[in-house]
């Protein structure tokens, strides 16, 4: 028998708990780095290991409760193992995924202008200036920052939505929601909140967070990258400010594979379960 999961309000108070633990160990760190050794540059270390402590710290307050209610971390994170079938169709997914978002992203920035203070500001964060930067940015970024959220929003926000409100959709609705809203963005929500449903989507289906982690990596990953180039525009992948018309139809096209052969897959293996 299933163990018992959170109220959904219970389970956004430990969520928003999680994230206001991260925010108050990355800023004590700053400020205890500050008042010892004056002068913080943005492309210090240690402030790469304020965002290494802040990401790291997120999933504290679930695993207490977890352990406190004697839960398994594995059940309660879905650090389930892939379907074996369902790895190729999800990262051909992901990479469709990573199109049509760019393209998204392209259409909602000519309407909704983030600052260029901001701009700036993100781009030196992410710039990449030696090996130590490297390894945090890297390590932070593409790794520790995309698995830590898939636990938290896919693993256990959206598996405890699941669970009380019965209805699939809802729960893929409602962990994006939260996911664009806890990254204190306003210009990017519409693209973070789209991101969620795709990352809800591949949650559900694989019932596991390691093939969202997957696209969630490989879009960090390539927003590091086009950081590096800021002014960089690949000739064949873009048209007229937007990506290329035939680029955009394979990506669409990779989308509906990919996420199609994943919920066949489920559904076969639900099939088969009930099977026997």
Do not use: C
């Not at 059940?75 to 998204?104: H, K, Q, Y």
């Not at 636990?151 to 699941?162: A, D, T």
């Not at 559900?204 to 879009?219: V, W």
């Amino acid at each position: 028998m299933e163990k018992s999961l959170p109220t959904v309000k219970k389970s956004i108070f430990l969520l928003m708990g999680g994230f206001g633990l991260g925010f108050f160990v990355a800023l004590l760190y700053s400020l205890g780095y500050l008042v010892f050794t004056p002068g913080l540059d943005i492309q210090n270390a240690n402030l790469y290991v304020a965002m290494f402590l802040g990401e790291a710290v997120i999933p504290i307050p679930i695993i207490i409760w977890g352990i406190k209610n004697k839960h398994y971390l594995k059940d309660l994170f879905r650090l389930n193992p892939v379907n074996p079938g369902m790895w190729l169709p999800g990262i051909i997914s992901s990479m469709g995924i990573l199109i049509a978002l760019d393209e998204i992203d392209r259409i909602i920035s000519t309407l909704i202008t983030m600052p260029e203070s901001k701009i700036q500001g993100i781009e030196s964060i992410m710039q990449i200036q030696g090996p130590i930067s490297a390894l945090f940015i890297i390590g932070v970024v593409v790794f520790l920052g995309p698995i830590v959220e898939e636990m938290v929003f896919r693993g256990f926000l959206q598996r405890v939505l699941e669970n009380k409100l019965r209805k699939t959709i809802y729960s893929i609705l409602i962990s994006a929601a939260s996911f664009a809203i806890l990254h204190f963005n306003p210009w990017w929500l519409i693209q973070i909140y789209i991101m969620g449903i795709f990352l809800a989507y591949l949650g559900y289906y694989s019932r596991s967070i390691f093939l969202p982690f997957i696209l969630h990596a490989l879009n960090n990953g390539a927003s590091v990258l086009a950081s590096q180039f800021p002014d960089k525009e690949v000739q064949f992948y873009s048209w007229q400010g937007h990506v290329h018309p035939l680029i955009l139809l394979i990506g669409v096209l990779a989308i509906y594979y990919g996420l199609k052969k994943i919920k066949n897959k489920s559904i076969r293996k639900s099939i088969n379960v009930l099977g026997g």
